[in-house]
T-cell receptor
Framework: DAGVTQSPTHLIKTRGQQVTLRCSPKSGHDTVSWYQQALGQGPQFIFQ???????QRGNFPDRFSGHQFPNYSSELNVNALLLGDSALYLC????????????FGNGTRLTVT | DQQVKQNSPSLSVQEGRISILNCDYTNSMFDYFLWYKKYPAEGPTFLIS?????DKNEDGRFTVFLNKSAKHLSLHIVPSQPGDSAVYFCAASESGGSNYKLTFGKGTLLTVNP
């Protein structure tokens, strides 16, 4: 039973470019959340998708957008990359209920130069 | 403004002894708390959770204690094992909210020495 898988594992982009990160949830899970973890910080909530809709959003600008597909997989898109976007991006999946713990993938390490 | 604080960046204990990791929060709307463990190059792994209607929850070697009046929770690991060496994150979610929007602390690096 595969857990949460993310691709790519590492990515280097130039300031101003656009990037797409991908996530496949754990089998059976229907909800996907994205988190950004900067160096030395805890993960910070970006947004959450359920039934192909963005349900909740954290304090991130509109440059950060996402999508969820009918098979529950998800993409995170970041436009007009800034140096400060360099971080580990974590995808987490769960069931759509409060007591369902988040299962995290291993993340995508994004470096913006 | 950090709503979840883990004031100890690191903790070192001997194998077999108790590890106590602490976490403080400021948001009175938090009513569900979780601990996650993270190894290098891996995503965080869920350890244990506690609802604000309880003051203690146990799962094997792991126990979480919640003191609502002090806005403080702690994770006890007994006995500690070298494999427990990892970064531990405290996280919280608000009442009326969802499990998806977790607010994390900065983490505490636990090192268990053989």
């Amino acid at each position: 039973d595969a857990g949460v898988t993310q691709s790519p594992t590492h990515l280097i982009k130039t300031r101003g470019q656009q990037v797409t990160l991908r996530c496949s949830p754990k089998s059976g899970h229907d909800t996907v959340s994205w988190y950004q973890q900067a160096l030395g910080q805890g993960p910070q909530f970006i947004f959450q998708y359920y039934e192909e809709e963005e349900r909740q959003r954290g304090n991130f600008p509109d440059r950060f957008s996402g999508h969820q597909f009918p098979n529950y997989s998800s993409e995170l898109n970041v436009n007009a990359l800034l140096l400060g976007d360099s971080a580990l991006y974590l995808c987490a999946s769960s069931y759509f209920r409060r007591d369902s713990p988040l299962h995290f993938g291993n993340g995508t390490r994004l470096t913006v130069t | 403004d950090q709503q979840v604080k883990q004031n100890s960046p690191s903790l070192s204990v001997q194998e077999g002894r108790i590890s106590i990791l602490n976490c403080d929060y400021t948001n009175s709307m938090f009513d569900y708390f979780l601990w996650y463990k993270k190894y290098p190059a891996e995503g965080p792994t869920f350890l244990i959770s506690i609802s604000s209607i309880k003051d203690k929850n146990e799962d094997g070697r792991f126990t979480v204690f919640l003191n609502k009046s002090a806005k403080h929770l702690s994770l006890h690991i007994v006995p500690s094992q070298p494999g427990d060496s990892a970064v531990y994150f405290c996280a919280a979610s608000e009442s009326g909210g969802s499990n998806y929007k977790l607010t994390f602390g900065k983490g505490t690096l636990l090192t268990v020495n053989p």
